[in-house]
C-alpha cells in the first residue's frame, strides 16, 4: 500500500502557483520523498525528489517539513501543459516505486 | 536523464492471441526491470520484477504462464501477453534502474503500451 496521502483533485489557474501537498506521516528516517506526474496516456515523469532539505530544480520546488511528516510540491507559475495526475511516493533508495492515487491536478485557463 | 523506450506504444490484438511488448533502456545498463499495469482512471499497480539473466518475481495476483516476461539482457526486457482477452486491455508501463556496485540508481520509465483486445 502506498504509505502517502494526497488529495484527489486539485485545481489552479494558468500563471499562478501549484501547491501540491503531501501526507508521510509514517515516514522513516532512510525514506526519500519522491514526486512523479503522469500527462494522460503517458509513462511516469520524474519531478523532484528529497530526505529532509528542500530542493528546487527547474521544474518545481519541494518543500518537506521539519518533523519530515508532510511534504509540498510548487510549481511556480502553472501553465496548461501543468495538467496531470501528481504522485508522491517515499521510498528507500533503491526499493520499488508503489504509487497510489495522486491528485489530479487542472491548470485552467 | 536517463531514457526508457517501449514498443509498441499502441497495439490493438484479436482475443486469444499474443502480443510482445519491449522496453529498452537506450543509455545504460537495466540491471533490473519493472512492469507496471494501469487500468483507466486508476493508479499503477507493480505486475513483476526482473533482473538479467534471472527469472522474473511476479507480484501477489498476476499469472506468471499469462504475462511472461523476458530479460535476456542488459538492455532490453519483453512482456507478451500470452492468449489475451478484452478484460487484459490495459496501458502497460515499463521502467528500469541500473545496479553500479550495491548502488541502485534511480528507476526511469518508457512512455507506456497501450494494449486493447477486441
Known amino acids: 500500500d502506498a504509505k502517502t496521502t494526497q488529495p484527489p483533485s486539485m485545481d489552479c489557474a494558468e500563471g499562478r502557483a501549484a501547491n501540491l501537498p503531501c501526507n508521510h506521516s509514517?515516514?522513516?528516517?532512510?525514506?526519500?520523498v519522491y514526486w512523479y506526474r503522469q500527462i494522460h496516456s503517458q509513462g511516469p515523469q520524474y519531478i523532484i525528489h528529497g530526505l529532509k532539505n528542500n530542493e528546487t530544480n527547474e521544474m518545481a520546488s519541494l518543500i518537506i517539513t521539519e518533523d519530515r511528516k508532510s511534504s509540498t510540491l510548487i510549481l511556480p507559475h502553472a501553465t496548461l501543459r501543468d495538467t496531470a495526475v501528481y504522485y508522491c511516493?517515499?521510498?528507500?533508495?533503491?526499493?520499488?516505486?508503489?504509487f497510489g492515487p495522486g491528485t489530479r491536478l487542472s491548470v485552467l485557463p | 536523464g536517463a531514457v526508457v523506450s517501449q514498443h509498441p506504444s499502441w497495439v490493438i490484438c484479436k482475443s486469444g492471441t499474443s502480443v510482445k511488448i519491449e522496453c529498452r533502456s537506450l543509455d545504460f545498463q537495466a540491471t533490473t526491470m519493472f512492469w507496471y499495469r494501469q487500468f483507466p482512471k486508476q493508479s499503477l499497480m507493480l505486475m513483476a520484477t526482473s533482473n538479467e539473466g534471472s527469472k522474473a518475481t511476479y507480484e501477489q495476483g498476476v499469472e506468471k504462464d499469462k504475462f511472461l516476461i523476458n530479460h535476456a539482457s542488459l538492455t532490453l526486457s519483453t512482456l507478451t501477453v500470452t492468449s489475451a482477452h478484452p478484460e487484459d486491455s490495459s496501458f502497460y508501463i515499463c521502467s528500469a534502474r541500473e545496479r553500479l556496485g550495491t548502488f541502485n540508481t534511480e528507476a526511469f520509465f518508457g512512455q507506456g503500451t497501450r494494449l486493447t483486445v477486441v
Open positions: 511516493i517515499v521510498r528507500n533508495y533503491g526499493q520499488n516505486f508503489v
Open positions: 509514517t515516514i522513516s528516517g532512510n525514506e526519500y
